[in-house]
Nanobody, 118 residues
Framework: QVQLVESGGGLVQAGGSLRLSCAAS????????MGWYRQAPGKQRELVAT???????NYADSVKGRFTISGDNAKNTVYLQMNSLKPEDTAVYYC????????????WGQGTQVTVSS
């Protein structure tokens, strides 16, 4: 089993910044990717950003240039720096990780609320 603990959500005004953290523990022998999804009320969960074990990153078009994902492999932690926040970024942000070598399992964090006021 893998446990993911998120932190860093909160309330911020538009144009402000927040930094989310997600630490993985447990059976994390082969983390292939860590990342963030978000889900706004009444909307489907959408991928925000990913960080692979090789250090490659990927972003949703809606956050490119504003959000930066980074990782600390030694701490099994991934960070999401969110700048120039907009009200439409308001959502519950979920950390996830994919673990495995030949078969893969995905694990999710409990979610952290990000609210951006206009």
């Amino acid at each position: 089993q893998v446990q993911l603990v998120e932190s860093g959500g909160g309330l911020v005004q538009a144009g402000g910044s927040l930094r989310l953290s997600c630490a993985a523990s447990g059976s994390i022998f082969s983390i292939t990717v860590m990342g963030w999804y978000r889900q706004a009320p009444g909307k489907q969960r959408e991928l925000v950003a990913t960080f692979t074990s090789r250090g490659t990153t990927n972003y949703a078009d809606s956050v490119k240039g504003r959000f930066t994902i980074s990782g600390d492999n030694a701490k099994n932690t991934v960070y999401l720096q969110m700048n120039s926040l907009k009200p439409e970024d308001t959502a519950v942000y979920y950390c996830y990780t994919t673990v495995g070598t030949t078969t893969f399992n995905r694990y999710w964090g409990q979610g952290t609320q990000v609210t951006v006021s206009s």
